[in-house]
């Protein structure tokens, strides 16, 4: 077999949780203590190429053009071994993998970043294995990564292995309008936060109990294509997560004043008639919900909040597929932005 043969290119969107994820039920299978449920979405993706190289002494991989060390490395090499383990072959692999928004900032790229790498590798080895297999071997490296290779909506359950998809982005259509407002990566990653909640917070066990009632409101509403129910579902999950992460000792913050000022935002446009709800995870970027036909002007009404610098609006997105592997991954990613947004974008965002 020529190295240059076993390669693959996957193009995997990132997921924002409706129904929260925080907290594990078991740390060495990361396994996860709540159940979740998120929404795919098309305007956020990661690019990943995968080539196993018999002339690699070891695993090397770069990040949005920068080579890749310590702990990002070493989280690449852990699900390559996985990968090295289930297909019997010793090969190291090159991994090149570009985001087209800010990473490691309350934006999920290790949800489309561990999806990407999950199909990547495994098809660029020979495996063949289920969206549900890759989606196990996602979740080992990042529960939340489980989701994205299932498009639309998608759930994991409470100590589940794999993600299952719940429904498609068209049975509750919705507009999902990232508010970026700060830049530069997150001060605590989402694993240190969790296990700090877990260990020092007393609203921790009121989350694990009381979460997966709200995941029940939230999966109900998807099903039911109800948009209200879903958003105050959806606030009330990240609003008690964070509860949960504020009582923990020292306090884990991710609100900075452009997020707090966008809540305020939406809570007045909510009683003015239009509706809206937020969620926001581990970062200070605050996601608003909104309906399609509202989208325009709650994006003109986030976009005048001071401290916002961008709005990055999202529908719902594909489940994680191949392409040519011979493609440069910046164009890839460039190609597929173009050709999603002309699919995607609605008339009032044209
Ligand atoms: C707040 O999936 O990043 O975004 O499994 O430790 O890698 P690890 O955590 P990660 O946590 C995501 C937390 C969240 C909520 C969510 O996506 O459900």
């Known amino acids: ?154 759930m994991l359950d409470r100590d589940a292995h794999e993600a299952e998809a719940v429904a498609s982005g068209r049975h509750l259509p919705l507009v999902m309008l990232v508010a970026v407002t700060a830049s530069g990566p997150k001060a605590v990653s989402s694993t240190q936060g969790m296990t700090h909640t877990a260990s020092t917070s007393p609203y921790y066990a009121a989350w694990v109990e009381h979460a997966p009632r709200v995941f029940d409101e939230v999966k109900r509403a998807v099903l039911a294509g109800d948009f209200d129910a879903l958003g105050r579902a959806a606030e009330h999950s990240a609003l008690m997560m964070h509860a949960s992460m504020i009582a923990a000792n020292p306090a884990i913050m991710y609100f900075a004043p452009a997020s707090v000022a966008v809540i305020a935002r939406v809570r007045e446009l909510r009683n003015q008639g239009r509706t809206a709800y937020i969620t926001m995870d581990a970062g200070p970027h605050v996601k608003v919900l909104t309906r399609p036909e509202l989208a325009q002007h709650v994006e003109a009404a986030l976009l005048a909040v001071p401290g916002v610098q961008r709005i990055i609006a999202c529908e719902a997105g594909p489940d994680a597929y191949l392409l040519d592997p011979e493609m440069d991954v910046q164009t890839a990613l460039a190609q597929t932005s173009e050709h999603d947004t002309a699919r995607h974008t609605p008339e009032s965002r044209k």
Request: charge should be positive.
């Open 1 to 154: 077999m020529s190295g240059s043969a076993l390669r693959a290119l996957v193009i995997a969107h990132s997921n924002i949780a409706l129904a929260k994820y925080w907290g594990k039920a078991d740390v060495a299978q990361n396994l996860p203590a709540v159940p979740s449920l998120s929404l795919t979405l098309d305007n956020l993706r990661t690019a990943t190429r995968v080539t196993f190289d018999p002339a690699l002494k070891a695993d090397v991989a770069s990040l949005d053009g920068a080579p890749a060390q310590g702990r990002p490395l070493e989280r690449v090499t852990t699900l390559l071994d996985r990968v090295r383990a289930l297909s019997k072959q010793e090969l190291f692999a090159r991994v090149e993998s570009v985001n087209d928004f800010p990473t490691a900032a309350g934006l999920a790229s290790s949800a489309s970043g561990f999806a990407a790498l999950g199909l990547a590798a495994t098809r660029a080895i020979g495996l063949r294995l289920s969206p549900g297999q890759i989606s196990s071997l996602a979740r080992a490296s990042s529960a939340s990564a489980a989701r994205s290779l299932f498009g639309g909506y998608a």
